[in-house]
C-alpha cells in the first residue's frame, strides 16, 4: 500500500497504513468482554419459540407456583404459634383450606384469561386493553416490585434447605444468597434457553420426592405411626398463650394475618397466561390443563404438608432452619440409609425448585420491563435485546434489586414475606377486573359465566390484597412491612408516568416538521477551529483533515493556559513558517481550557448563522494503560462546547503505533 | 433575532435561537462544582509568593521537624521497655543523644545545600543534578513514601493527643484520623496560602507550651519535686526482663531498634531547603538561620522530654493512650486548676502541631510529583495546576494515599513506624552524596569543608536508613515493616521509568516530521456518512451540517438492528420524497450497532485515500436525568470508529428545548 501510493507522487498521510483487507477490524473493549464471558452474539433470527407438550410445559412454568410450598405453610406456622401457642395446630389446617378455595378461583379465572388472550395474557396486557395505560402501569409496576421479591424470597428459602442437610453455612446464608442470584443472572445473560429438559429434571425430581414425603407421612399418619413433636426444643418460637385453647389465644386479626402469610404460597398462577404461545396447538386447551393440573399439584401439597404439620405439631424454629419441611422429612423417612437419601433428596429438590422459581421471575420481570418501556413509560434500554438476544438491562436490574433486598433483609424469609404477595394480589385484581369488563364489551359466547368467575376472582384478590396490607403493614419488631410496597407502587407510577411525559415531549419536538428541516438551506459561513497544544503529527493530522472540510475560514487555536508553553509553541509555529495557518493565542488566566474554547466558540458562530466545526486532535493509544498518561479535557470540551447552537465537535484520531519511529 | 433572519428569507435552522451576547455561556457542571466547593478560579497570576521573615519562616517550614517530639521519645521507649525491662529508662537518654549528633550533623549538611541550590534544594533537584535522571527517581519517589507516612504518623499521632485528653473518643480513632486527612486535603485544594499567620499561630502556641513543660518539669526535677511512677499500672507495656539490670538483657539489635524507631523525629530538616526562595534577603542566610533554630528546638525539646521520661519512668501504654507526653504533662504539670489548663493546652499545641505535620506533606508532595510529572516520569495531569492555582490532582493522591495507610494500620502510630523514615533516610543519602560530588566538581571557595561535612552527613544517613531497614524490617507480631518500602521503592522506580520510556516513545513518534505532515495534501476523497435512527429533526440538522461540508459522497446509513423499524423507517423517507439523500440500510442480524458501522467505515476507508468522516446527531438535553433516558452507543460508536485510519467522528448537536412545540 505505501510503495503504491508512493509510486503516484502521492503524499502518505500521517497515521498507519490502512490494514489489509483480509486484516480483522479491531473489536470494542465492549464486545470483547461480552464475547468472552457470555459467548457468541446471537442474531436476531435466532429467536426462536419451542413448542411445549403439556408435562414440559408444566416444568417450565410451574417452579414458581410449586416453590411456594417450601416456605407457605412455615409462614403460617410463624405467625401462630407466637400468638396462639399450641392452637396453631388447629387453626393451620383450616387457614390453608381457604387458601386453596382462593386458589380454586385464580385457576378458574385465569383459565378465561388463557381463552381471551391466547397470545400475551400478563397482567399489564390484559390491563392496558381494558383500562388504558395509567391502570396498567399500576398493574405491571405490582408485579415487577413482586419479582423481584420472588427472586429475594426464593433464593433466601433455597438457602435455608442448603442449611438445613449442611448446619456448618449457617453463617453464610447472605453470601450464598447473593451467589445463587449472580449466578442465575449470569445464566440469564448467556441465555439460558428455556429448554424443558433443563427445568424438567429438577422439577419432576422435586414433585416425585414431595409426593414420596406425603404419602409416606399420611400412610404413617393413618396407620398410626407419627411421632408428636414436644414443644419445648431449643430454637423454637416461642410460643404464645399457649395450652389455654384457641379461642382465648385467637383474635380474628392473628387468623387473618397468618393467612396473609400463607397468601404467598398461591402466587405464581399467573405464569402460564404469560406464555400461552409456547404451548403446542390448541394452544389454548393445552395450557388450559396444565393450569388446572399445576393448581391441583400445588394444592395437594400445600394442604399435605400443613395437615402432617398440624398433627406432628412440627413448629418452627426461630432463626429459620432447620425448616419446617425439613422437620417432617428428618421424622417420616426415618433415621436409616435409605431414609436418610431420601432426606437429602428432598432437601436439594426443594432448593432446586426454589432456585428455578428466582430463575422464572429473570424471564418475566424483563419480558414486562420491556413492555412497559415499548410504550415510552421506563427507559428505552430496557426493550433492547443484548448480545445473546435477550433483554439484558433487565436481567441486570432485577439482579441488582433483589440483590439488595437479600442484604437489607439479611436473607430472612420472614423478613421478606410481609412485602411479598401485595403486588402479585393488585395485578390479579386488576387484570381479573380487566377480564370482568372483557366480558361485559364482548359479550362472547359463555360470557356471564366468564364475568361471574373473574369479577368473583377480582373480588377475592382485592380481599386477599386488603388482608395482606393491613395485617402486615408493619409487622411489631421489624421495620420493613406492606407499607414498603404501599408507598413504592403509587410513587413508581408517577415516576414512570412523569418519565412518559418527557419521552412523548422529545418525540414531539423532534418529528415537528422533520422534512423541511431536512431540506433546509444550508447556514451562510462554515468556520473550521483546529484545537493545536503542540506542534506535532496530530495537530498536523487535525489540519490536514480540516482542509478537506474547505471551509470558509480555517483557524489553528491554542488556548495559552500556560504562558511559557504557548510561546514556545508560536516560536515553533513561525520558525517552520505554517504561515497557510495562522496560530491564534487564546487568553486562559484561570486555566479553564474547556471555558475559554467555549467563549471562542461562542464568538465564532454569535451572528447565528455560522456553522462551527470544532476539530480535537485525539490520540488513539494501542494500549489501555497508555491513555492514564493523558487527561481527558477533550472529552469535557466536546461535552460543553456542543451544548451551543451549531457546534459540531469532531475528534481526529492519531493512531499511535507505540514502536516508536515507523 | 428570529425575525431579522426571517426578514431576509432566510430558513431559521432547526436548534434554538442563539443566545443574545449578554447572555451567559453555559458553565459546565465539573465548574459549577468546583466552584461551590472550592470557590472562585484563581488566576495564573495570582501564583505570588509571600516573602517570610525569620520567625514566620519557622512557623511555616518546621511543623514536620517539631512535632516529630511528639512521638520520638515514646517509640524509643515503647521498643526498650518490652526488652529491657526497667533498663529503658538508662538506655532512653543515651540512645537521643546519639539520635541528636546525626540532627545535627544533617543541619550542617542541609546548611550546605542551601546555600548551593538557592532556588530549589529538594532531594530530586540536587540528585537529578549531580547523578541523573534515574537516581532522582529513586529519591524523589522514596520522599514520596515518605510524605504518605508523615501524613499517616501526624494524623495517627494527632489523634491519641486528643484521646489522651477526651478518652471516650477512644474507639472513634480511625475515622478521627480520616477526617482530619479528609479536613486538610479539603482546605489544600481550596488554596490554603501558606500564609504565615496561620502557621505562627499553632507552632508558637505549642512551642510555648512545650517550653513551659520543660522548664517546670527540669526545675521540678533539679529541686527534688518529681515522683517516680510505679511500673506495674494495668495497661501499660508488658516489662522485658525487668530488673536484672541492662547488661543481661539489653542485646545491640534492641538498641539499635530502638534507635531506628526514634530516627523518625529527626526527619522534617529538608523542608527549608525546598523553600529558600520564600525567605526576605539574602535568602540563603535567612534560611540557614532557621534552619539552625529549629534544629536546636527540636533538639532541646527531644532531649529535655527524653531525659524527663527517663527520671520519671513514664512508660508507654500498649494501647498508645494516654501517651508518654500527656502522661508526663499530668504529673509536671500538676492536679491543679492551671495545671489543667495548662495541661489542656499542651495537648492542644500538640495536636495542632501534628496536623500542621500533615498539612506541609500536603503541600510537599504535590510538588515532588510535579516534577517528577515535569520529566515525564508521572502522568502529567500531576503538573497540571486546578482550579485554585494547587496541584489538585497530586493533593488527592496523597489524601487517597494516606487514608488507605491509616484504614489498614487501624491509625495506630507503632504499626506505621517501622515504615517511617526509611525514605526519608535514603533522600537524604543521595541527596548529601549529591552534595558531596557538587563540591568535588564545583570546587567552590570552602568546598574542602563542604564535602567532609556532606560526605559524613551522607554516611550517616546511610546508616541509619541500613539500620532502621534491618532493624525494623519485619517487626515481631506485625505484617508491616520496613520491608514495604524496600520492595515497594524500587518497584515503583521500575514503573516510572516504564512510564517514561511510554512518554519519551510518543514524543517521538508525533514530533517526527510534524511540519512535513501539516502541510501535507489533503486526501483524495471525503465521504460522510450521517447515520440515521429516526426520521426527525436531530437528523434533519446533521444533514444540514453535512451539506456544509461539501463532501464528494454523501450518504445517510440506518444501521437495521430491528428489522420493523428499520422497514418503518425506509417507508417514512421515501414517503417524504427525500430524494437527494438516499437512505442506505446496513444489515445487523447480531444487533451490534458499532460494529456495523465500523464495518461501513472501514469499507467506505478501503482505498487508503478517502477522508471518512462519521456525523452522529445527538439530542442534548436540558436536565441531566433526562440523559439518563436514552443509551450512551454514540459514545461507543465515536470510540471504536476512532480506531480506524482516517474516520472522523462528529457529533452534530441537537438541543432540545424541552418544551414542547418551539
Given at each position: 500500500?505505501?510503495?503504491?501510493?508512493?509510486?503516484?507522487?502521492?503524499?502518505?498521510?500521517?497515521?498507519?497504513?490502512?490494514?489489509?483487507?483480509?486484516?480483522?477490524?479491531?473489536?470494542?473493549?465492549?464486545?470483547?468482554?461480552?464475547?468472552?464471558?457470555?459467548?457468541?452474539?446471537?442474531?436476531?433470527?435466532?429467536?426462536?419459540?419451542?413448542?411445549?407438550?403439556?408435562?414440559?410445559?408444566?416444568?417450565?412454568?410451574?417452579?414458581?407456583?410449586?416453590?411456594?410450598v417450601?416456605y407457605g405453610t412455615e409462614e403460617i406456622l410463624?405467625?401462630?404459634?407466637?400468638?396462639?401457642?399450641?392452637?396453631?395446630?388447629?387453626?393451620v389446617?383450616?387457614?390453608t383450606?381457604?387458601?386453596?378455595?382462593?386458589?380454586?378461583?385464580?385457576?378458574?379465572?385465569?383459565?378465561?384469561?388463557?381463552?381471551?388472550?391466547?397470545?400475551?395474557?400478563?397482567?399489564?396486557?390484559?390491563?392496558?386493553?381494558?383500562?388504558?395505560?395509567?391502570?396498567?402501569?399500576?398493574?405491571?409496576?405490582?408485579?415487577?416490585?413482586?419479582?423481584?421479591?420472588?427472586?429475594?424470597?426464593?433464593?433466601?428459602?433455597?438457602?435455608?434447605?442448603?442449611?438445613?442437610?449442611?448446619?456448618?453455612?449457617?453463617?453464610?446464608?447472605?453470601?450464598?444468597?447473593?451467589?445463587?442470584?449472580?449466578?442465575?443472572?449470569?445464566?440469564?445473560?448467556?441465555?439460558?434457553?428455556?429448554?424443558?429438559?433443563?427445568?424438567?429434571?429438577?422439577?419432576?425430581?422435586?414433585?416425585?420426592?414431595?409426593?414420596?414425603?406425603?404419602?409416606?407421612?399420611?400412610?404413617?399418619?393413618?396407620?398410626?405411626?407419627?411421632?408428636?413433636?414436644?414443644?419445648?426444643?431449643?430454637?423454637?418460637?416461642?410460643?404464645?398463650?399457649?395450652?389455654?385453647?384457641?379461642?382465648?389465644?385467637?383474635?380474628?386479626?392473628?387468623?387473618?394475618?397468618?393467612?396473609?402469610?400463607g397468601?404467598?404460597a398461591?402466587?405464581?398462577?399467573?405464569?402460564?397466561?404469560?406464555?400461552?404461545?409456547?404451548?403446542?396447538?390448541?394452544?389454548?386447551?393445552?395450557?388450559?390443563?396444565?393450569?388446572?393440573?399445576?393448581?391441583?399439584?400445588?394444592?395437594?401439597?400445600f394442604?399435605?404438608l400443613s395437615?402432617?404439620a398440624?398433627?406432628?405439631?412440627?413448629?418452627?424454629?426461630?432463626?429459620?432452619?432447620?425448616?419446617v419441611i425439613?422437620?417432617?422429612?428428618?421424622?417420616?423417612?426415618?433415621?436409616?440409609?435409605?431414609?436418610?437419601?431420601?432426606?437429602?433428596?428432598?432437601?436439594?429438590?426443594?432448593?432446586?425448585?426454589?432456585?428455578?422459581?428466582?430463575?422464572?421471575?429473570?424471564?418475566?420481570?424483563?419480558?414486562?420491563?420491556?413492555?412497559?418501556?415499548?410504550?415510552?413509560?421506563?427507559?428505552?434500554?430496557?426493550?433492547?435485546?443484548?448480545?445473546?438476544?435477550?433483554?439484558?438491562?433487565?436481567?441486570?436490574?432485577?439482579?441488582?434489586?433483589?440483590?439488595?433486598?437479600?442484604?437489607?433483609?439479611?436473607?430472612?424469609?420472614?423478613?421478606?414475606?410481609?412485602?411479598?404477595?401485595?403486588?402479585?394480589?393488585?395485578?390479579?385484581?386488576?387484570?381479573?377486573?380487566?377480564?370482568?369488563?372483557?366480558?361485559?364489551?364482548?359479550?362472547?359466547?359463555?360470557?356471564?359465566?366468564?364475568?361471574?368467575?373473574?369479577?368473583?376472582?377480582?373480588?377475592?384478590?382485592?380481599?386477599?390484597?386488603?388482608?395482606?396490607?393491613?395485617?402486615?403493614?408493619?409487622?411489631?419488631?421489624?421495620?420493613?412491612?406492606?407499607?414498603?410496597?404501599?408507598?413504592?407502587?403509587?410513587?413508581?407510577?408517577?415516576?414512570?408516568?412523569?418519565?412518559?411525559?418527557?419521552?412523548?415531549?422529545?418525540?414531539?419536538?423532534?418529528?415537528?416538521?422533520?422534512?423541511?428541516?431536512?431540506?433546509?438551506?444550508?447556514?451562510?459561513?462554515?468556520?473550521?477551529?483546529?484545537?493545536?497544544?503542540?506542534?506535532?503529527?496530530?495537530?498536523?493530522?487535525?489540519?490536514?483533515?480540516?482542509?478537506?472540510?474547505?471551509?470558509?475560514?480555517?483557524?489553528?487555536?491554542?488556548?495559552?493556559?500556560?504562558?511559557?508553553?504557548?510561546?514556545?509553541?508560536?516560536?515553533?509555529?513561525?520558525?517552520?513558517?505554517?504561515?497557510?495557518?495562522?496560530?491564534?493565542?487564546?487568553?486562559?488566566?484561570?486555566?479553564?481550557?474547556?471555558?475559554?474554547?467555549?467563549?471562542?466558540?461562542?464568538?465564532?458562530?454569535?451572528?447565528?448563522?455560522?456553522?462551527?466545526?470544532?476539530?480535537?486532535?485525539?490520540?488513539?493509544?494501542?494500549?489501555?494503560?497508555?491513555?492514564?498518561?493523558?487527561?481527558?479535557?477533550?472529552?469535557?470540551?466536546?461535552?460543553?462546547?456542543?451544548?451551543?447552537?451549531?457546534?459540531?465537535?469532531?475528534?481526529?484520531?492519531?493512531?499511535?503505533?507505540?514502536?516508536?519511529?515507523?
Amino acid at each position: 500500500m505505501l510503495s503504491s501510493t508512493s509510486s503516484v507522487g502521492q503524499f502518505v498521510p500521517p497515521g498507519p497504513i490502512p490494514p489489509p483487507p483480509k486484516d480483522p477490524l479491531p473489536e470494542s473493549l465492549g464486545d470483547r468482554v461480552k464475547t468472552k464471558l457470555l459467548g457468541e452474539p446471537l442474531n436476531t433470527e435466532d429467536l426462536a419459540h419451542e413448542r411445549l407438550g403439556k408435562p414440559t410445559a408444566l416444568a417450565v412454568f410451574a417452579s414458581d407456583n410449586l416453590s411456594s410450598v417450601a416456605y407457605g405453610t412455615e409462614e403460617i406456622l410463624r405467625h401462630l404459634v407466637q400468638y396462639v401457642g399450641i392452637a396453631a395446630f388447629t387453626l393451620v389446617t383450616p387457614i390453608t383450606v381457604v387458601l386453596l378455595v382462593v386458589l380454586a378461583f385464580l385457576i378458574l379465572s385465569y383459565r378465561q384469561t388463557i381463552k381471551a388472550y391466547p397470545t400475551a395474557g400478563g397482567a399489564y396486557i390484559v390491563t392496558r386493553d381494558n383500562f388504558g395505560l395509567l391502570p396498567a402501569q399500576v398493574a405491571g409496576v405490582s408485579l415487577l416490585t413482586d419479582y423481584v421479591l420472588t427472586v429475594a424470597v426464593s433464593v433466601a428459602a433455597g438457602t435455608p434447605a442448603l442449611v438445613s442437610a449442611f448446619p456448618g453455612l449457617g453463617s453464610f446464608a447472605v453470601p450464598i444468597s447473593v451467589a445463587f442470584v449472580a449466578i442465575i443472572a449470569f445464566g440469564n445473560l448467556r441465555g439460558v434457553k428455556e429448554s424443558g429438559r433443563v427445568f424438567a429434571v429438577p422439577t419432576y425430581f422435586f414433585i416425585v420426592t414431595m409426593i414420596a414425603l406425603l404419602v409416606i407421612g399420611l400412610g404413617r399418619l393413618v396407620f398410626g405411626h407419627l411421632p408428636v413433636e414436644a414443644l419445648n426444643r431449643p430454637g423454637l418460637m416461642p410460643l404464645g398463650k399457649a395450652g389455654n385453647g384457641w379461642l382465648q389465644g385467637a383474635t380474628l386479626f392473628v387468623v387473618l394475618r397468618a393467612f396473609a402469610s400463607g397468601g404467598a404460597a398461591v402466587t405464581g398462577v399467573e405464569a402460564i397466561s404469560n406464555g400461552v404461545p409456547a404451548f403446542r396447538v390448541p394452544e389454548w386447551k393445552n395450557a388450559r390443563t396444565t393450569l388446572v393440573i399445576m393448581g391441583s399439584t400445588l394444592g395437594a401439597m400445600f394442604f399435605g404438608l400443613s395437615l402432617l404439620a398440624a398433627k406432628m405439631h412440627v413448629a418452627p424454629y426461630e432463626k429459620g432452619t432447620p425448616t419446617v419441611i425439613s422437620q417432617i422429612a428428618k421424622i417420616v423417612f426415618g433415621g436409616g440409609a435409605v431414609g436418610n437419601v431420601a432426606y437429602y433428596c428432598l432437601q436439594a429438590g426443594t432448593m432446586l425448585i426454589l432456585v428455578l422459581a428466582a430463575n422464572t421471575s429473570f424471564a418475566d420481570f424483563p419480558r414486562l420491563a420491556s413492555f412497559h418501556a415499548g410504550d415510552n413509560f421506563m427507559p428505552r434500554q430496557l426493550t433492547k435485546r443484548g448480545h445473546r438476544l435477550v433483554f439484558s438491562n433487565g436481567i441486570l436490574s432485577l439482579a441488582a434489586a433483589s440483590i439488595f433486598l437479600i442484604v437489607i433483609t439479611q436473607a430472612k424469609v420472614d423478613r421478606l414475606i410481609p412485602l411479598y404477595a401485595i403486588g402479585v394480589f393488585t395485578s390479579f385484581t386488576l387484570s381479573q377486573a380487566g377480564m370482568a369488563k372483557h366480558h361485559l364489551t364482548q359479550r362472547e359466547p359463555g360470557w356471564r359465566r366468564g364475568l361471574f368467575i373473574n369479577a368473583t376472582g377480582a373480588f377475592l384478590s382485592l380481599v386477599v390484597d386488603v388482608v395482606i396490607a393491613i395485617t402486615k403493614f408493619k409487622p411489631a419488631g421489624a421495620i420493613l412491612g406492606a407499607w414498603v410496597i404501599v408507598v413504592l407502587v403509587p410513587v413508581m407510577v408517577a415516576l414512570l408516568v412523569r418519565l412518559n411525559r418527557q419521552y412523548e415531549a422529545e418525540t414531539e419536538e423532534l418529528e415537528e416538521d422533520a422534512r423541511d428541516a431536512a431540506e433546509a438551506p444550508i447556514l451562510r459561513r462554515h468556520v473550521v477551529l483546529v484545537l493545536v497544544n503542540n506542534l506535532d503529527r496530530s495537530a498536523a493530522r487535525a489540519m490536514q483533515y480540516a482542509r478537506s472540510l474547505t471551509p470558509d475560514d480555517l483557524r489553528a487555536v491554542h488556548v495559552a493556559y500556560d504562558e511559557h508553553h504557548a510561546e514556545h509553541l508560536a516560536a515553533d509555529w513561525r520558525r517552520l513558517g505554517l504561515s497557510r495557518f495562522p496560530l491564534e493565542l487564546v487568553d486562559c488566566p484561570d486555566r479553564r481550557i474547556t471555558r475559554s474554547v467555549l467563549e471562542v466558540v461562542a464568538e465564532a458562530s454569535a451572528d447565528g448563522n455560522t456553522e462551527v466545526t470544532v476539530l480535537i486532535p485525539r490520540l488513539e493509544h494501542r494500549r489501555a494503560w497508555h491513555k492514564l498518561l493523558h487527561d481527558r479535557t477533550s472529552d469535557a470540551i466536546a461535552r460543553t462546547v456542543s451544548r451551543l447552537p451549531h457546534a459540531n465537535v469532531t475528534f481526529v484520531p492519531y493512531h499511535l503505533t507505540g514502536r516508536g519511529r515507523q
